[in-house]
């Protein structure tokens, strides 16, 4: 049986996340209390119910705090047992959560007692810090659409061979700041940059005249081949380790040309490699905020 435990920050997009997974075929049960964790597992397990072994559950603060206090505990019970356990959390900004709020008008499951909404976040992220810290996969939703968060989802968590290393080459742009839920981060804004070149700066490092604009220039080939060199000593390791998320983000300054072709090009050296399951983001051609969860 294949259990992920999800989680976040309410408006983050967990909601979003359940639902695709209950698209792609998971048992999907939101807000079931911690305690009750072992039962599930063992009703799935033993009762006659129409699933394929891949369960998730949505765990978030009203769980309580004591139960949140106790999460590495109940995680470590779960660990014990014939189970792949996964913990995923989904996190976002204080601007795009108030943000959300403002936008649906929802209240936040923290805010009583006339708890202003920034107060309630705050003591959210704390109360959820015991589960962020165990987290196998951190998705940051600030900047995804609910369309873009949804194809994160089923990339990552929904895709067959579920038992290899998921591992996302992502390009960005350091104008908009980088990533915070990268392993790996290599900054490439030392290479020729074609957003200066004629006839180039409207493309992307997918596009052809650009590809050929970097491929001519040996100091791109020499970061490339610098970057794979680096990977392909030290990913194996961690495949070896049981990690099941692993993101490498390249970063140029606005994440269109050099970032993105060196994502592309790296994806594609890593495609159908052993113990792999490759996906590819480029944030700043594909992404845009989400209004709503």
Known sequence: MRLLLVSGLSGSGKTVALRTLEDEGFFCVDNLPLGLLDRLIEELRTGNHRNDGRVA??????????????????????????????VVFLQSSNEALLRRYHHTRRRHPLARKGLPLVEAIALEREWLGSIAVHADLTIDSSDLSMHDLARTVRTRLATEGAENLSLLFQSFGFKYGAPVDADFVFDVRCLPNPHYEPGLRDLTGLDGPVVDFLEADADVSEMFDSIQAHLGRWLPSFARDHRSYLTVAIGCTGGRHRSAYLVDRLAKAWQGAENFTVSTRHRELDDHPMDTE
């Not at 949505?58 to 019970?77: I, M, N, P, W, Y």
């Open 57 to 86: 559950v949505g765990v978030d603060v009203r769980s309580g705090q004591d139960a949140l206090e106790g999460f590495a505990k109940t995680l470590a019970s779960l660990r014990s047992q014939p189970v792949q356990v996964e």
